[in-house]
Nanobody, 123 residues
């Protein structure tokens, strides 16, 4: 099993920045992909960004491309989501996820999930 804990959420004004962190523990050798998803009230959970353990591949949702950046620190079993130029529509609960080989963007293929952290962007 792999346990994931997010941190770094909060309230930010439009145009501001936040950095989310996801720390993994347990059988981290099972992790091949690490990702971020988000869920706004009344909406489906959607893909935001993902990275492979090797760091060789990243993928972003069109809505965040150029504003968000995903990175990882394998030595710390931690990955990050740097969010810049934030907009009110970025308001959501953000979840980190991890899994074995598979699609970077397909949420059903991720086996492990964090508890979520609230991000609120005020206009």
């Amino acid at each position: 099993q792999v346990q994931l804990v997010e941190s770094g959420g909060g309230l930010v004004q439009a145009g501001g920045s936040l950095r989310l962190s996801c720390a993994a523990s347990g059988r981290t050798s099972n992790m091949y992909r690490m990702g971020w998803f988000r869920q706004a009230p009344g909406k489906e959970r959607e893909f935001v960004a993902a990275i492979t353990w090797s760091g060789g591949a990243t993928l972003y949702a069109d809505s965040v491309k150029g504003r968000f950046a995903i990175s990882r620190d394998n030595a710390k079993n931690t990955w990050y989501l740097q969010m810049n130029s934030m907009m009110p529509e970025d308001t959501a609960v953000y979840y980190c996820a991890a899994g074995g080989p598979g699609s970077l963007s397909q949420k059903s293929s991720y086996a492990y999930w964090g508890q979520g952290t609230q991000v609120t962007v005020s206009s």
